[in-house]
């Protein structure tokens, strides 16, 4: 059975900083960031392929970073510029199959896409 262990999360002040990191028993093809705040449905946060090739939800372009080192099979978020909108748990997912999208494969950034999941880490932003 396929595990992802999240961790990093922590309370910051808004503006501040975090890294949070997600080690897998297995590199697959996608691997992603979700998060779920208070009361909200989960969404995607930001994906990355085995290429290198990564996509990010508006809310946090320019501010998150998503990266992978696929020889230490982990997964990682920096975050920067947080905001109190921020605060939620987030989870790591991996999946091992992309969508063709006629042309090319890519990685989707819907819960449905990722067979596997971590427990998730919680990220508090302080006003």
């Known amino acids: 059975q396929e595990q992802l262990a999240e961790s990093g999360g922590d309370t910051v002040q808004a503006g501040g900083s975090l890294k949070l990191s997600c080690v897998a028993s297995?590199?697959?093809?996608?691997m992603a960031w979700f998060r779920q705040g208070p009361g909200t449905e989960r969404e995607g946060v930001a994906v990355?392929?085995?290429?290198?090739?990564?996509s990010y939800a508006d809310s946090v372009k320019g501010r998150f970073t998503i990266s992978r080192d696929k020889s230490k099979n982990s997964l990682y978020l920096q975050m920067n510029s947080l905001k109190p909108e921020d605060t939620a748990m987030y989870y790591c997912?991996?999946?091992?199959?992309?969508?063709?999208?006629?042309?090319?494969?890519?990685?989707?950034?819907?819960?449905?896409?990722?067979?596997?999941w971590g427990q998730g880490t919680q990220v508090t932003v302080s006003s």
């Open positions: 297995v590199n697959t093809y996608c």
């Open positions: 990355i392929d085995s290429y290198g090739v990564t």
């Open positions: 997912a991996a999946g091992r199959v992309g969508r063709w999208n006629g042309s090319s494969w890519y990685c989707g950034g819907t819960s449905d896409d990722y067979e596997y």
